[in-house]
């Protein structure tokens, strides 16, 4: 049995991985940076938990969609930056202060993550030093971690992964050593993962599922009785668990009457909607989304949900089944049709109880399908990936370097040594730099909002699609119907929203009937307050009353 310690020597092939890591994230978080839509929400509940309003997304209403893992994370960022993103005082030249949390979101969360993975490697095969070092240096270029997903909206991923990939390594470490303090580390690590992330839970009960399967084969192979102690251990596992999960569902409970979050009915319902023939179908149900936000009693919990729409729910698992699959080996970021056959190589290195402890690691891949497919789902799944593809790079790197061993000199045999390695990062680094330069990213909502920071009212009322654009602005987010103008003006006297956003970007595809009013078309009702000159087009209106 393996019993490497963690005291080895570590620090310079790890130091390299995080130095690598960072180095590739710096252009994702500097260069075109602009917050993604689901971030300017998460950063608007952090900034309420910063000025300790609690966890709201108003100021007012107590929130029940998004998880408050990363929040939490933002929060403190802010709080030791002593900003708050919508403060009235912080001007154009202060954006960046704003910004903060999500760029280190990406370059400290996001190389932290090698750590996890390369102990964790270290106690699969401590006597190859080199598979340690594999599987770091690929999760720290892989482009999918390294740039989140083609649009660069990961979030909440980050943290997610990090704290996932912290409570595997603890759970290994608690059955290879038997040490309760490890079984509670992992315990709060799935409990943080599940804090950042509902699914975390679902990760969490196969912790339990695969501590209580090993202890028990370990007690039938040694025949010592140890059900006290595994029950203890177990407990420990659980108990930490449910230290951050059980206060988090009493929240749930008491803010909607289920443990489940309000994102989870809507998830189903945009999933549903994603399957209709009619393209505009979740444009047209969004009122369906604000019944859930506001007022989640009107919906049953997800369990009774999916029973009652079985058949619905059955159809849309398979389709969204093959979606994700096609997501998986079609992406420009996952290189999934690169490493694939590697990772299958190395899949066969690793002895059953190992592909079996990391397989379990995979199993929430088989829930996301139960509602909608994104990348983003998948980014925190990427780490198992590249421990089996590490292993089979080695395996790789041995063949090359024994057929080279009789043709090169001795130093260049040394360097043959990880040729197949070093191309498969030089291709991950390639990548990683390539798509900054390829991948659009919508730059305009963030010089829209910049503008408007100096135009609008603070926490005036905007209608739009994306969130970006208020939270520069310092503008409250209202979502702009799926209506031909007198129905968005007549949404507009009952939200009580001052203006109206559209853009090039998604008012096409998602307000067709509004298209016309990008040209600047004015309607009697309607005073042009920002158009930027350059594409892509921006206008946003004032609503006259």
């Known amino acids: 049995m393996n019993t490497a310690k963690i005291s080895q020597p570590i620090f310079s092939p790890l130091v390299v991985a995080l130095v690598l890591a960072f180095c590739v994230r710096v252009l994702p978080a500097t260069y075109h940076f602009v917050i993604g839509t689901d ?70 969360l996001g190389s932290l993550l090698v750590v996890p993975l390369f102990l964790l490697a270290r106690e699969l095969d401590a006597r190859d030093p080199s598979f340690a070092m594999r599987a770091a240096l690929l999760t720290a270029t892989v482009p999918a971690l390294a740039l989140g997903v083609p649009n660069f909206e990961a979030a909440s991923e980050q943290l997610y992964a990090l704290a996932i990939w912290s409570g595997w390594l603890f759970l290994y470490l608690a059955l290879k050593r038997r040490k309760w303090f490890w079984f509670l580390a992992s315990g709060i690590a799935f409990g943080v993962a599940h804090l950042t992330r509902y699914e975390g839970l679902v990760s969490a009960a196969l912790a339990v599922v695969v501590a209580s399967v090993w202890l028990w084969n370990a007690a039938r192979a040694t025949r010592e009785k140890i059900f006290p102690r595994a029950a203890w251990s177990l407990c420990l596992l659980l108990g930490g668990v449910l230290l951050l999960a059980a206060p988090y569902a009493w929240y749930q409970t008491a803010r909607t009457g289920s443990v489940f979050s309000t994102k989870s009915i809507v998830h189903q319902l945009h999933g549903e909607a994603l399957a209709s023939p009619d393209p505009f179908a979740w444009e047209k149900s969004y009122a369906q989304y604000e019944l859930v936000r506001d007022n989640p009693g009107l919906y049953p919990p997800l369990p009774i949900y999916l029973w009652e729409h079985r058949a619905q729910t059955a159809l849309n698992y398979a389709r969204n089944t093959l979606t994700q699959l096609r997501l998986a080996l079609t992406s420009p970021t996952f290189l999934f049709i690169l490493w694939l056959p590697v990772a299958i190589l190395g899949a066969r290195k690793f002895r059953r109880a190992q592909n079996l402890f990391l397989a379990a690691a995979l199993a929430p891949a088989l829930v996301f399908p139960l509602s909608v497919v994104d990348g983003r789902y998948l980014l925190p799944l990427v780490p198992a990936a590249m421990l089996w593809t590490a292993r089979g790079l080695g395996a790789a790197d041995e063949w090359v370097a024994l057929h080279l061993r009789h043709h090169v000199s001795h130093f260049a045999f040394y360097i043959s040594r990880h040729r197949v390695t070093a191309l498969f990062l030089a291709l991950f680094v390639t990548a990683d730099v390539a798509a900054m330069f390829f991948i659009p990213r919508p730059t305009e909502f963030r010089t829209a909002g910049i503008a408007l920071r100096n135009i609008l009212a603070p926490h005036a009322s905007v209608l739009m699609r994306k969130r970006q654009i208020a939270f520069y602005a310092n503008a409250k987010y209202e979502f702009i119907p799926f209506a031909d103008l007198d129905g968005v003006l007549a949404y507009a006297r009952l939200k009580n929203a001052d203006y109206m956003e559209l853009d090039a970007r998604t008012t096409p595809d998602t307000r067709p009937q509004l298209v016309y009013l990008l040209d600047q078309t004015i309607a009697p009702s309607l005073q042009v307050v920002y158009a930027n000159q350059n594409a892509p087009r921006v206008v946003v209106y004032r609503i006259l009353k």
């Open 39 to 108: 971030e300017a929400l998460y950063l608007t509940l952090a900034g309420h938990l910063a000025a300790g309003d609690g966890f709201t997304a108003d100021g007012v209403h107590p929130h029940s969609e998004f998880d408050p893992g990363y929040p939490l994370f933002a929060a403190l960022m802010y709080r030791l930056t002593s900003t708050l993103p919508f403060d009235a005082s912080l001007t154009a030249n202060d954006v960046w202060r704003i910004e903060l949390p999500a760029q280190l979101n990406i370059l400290l």
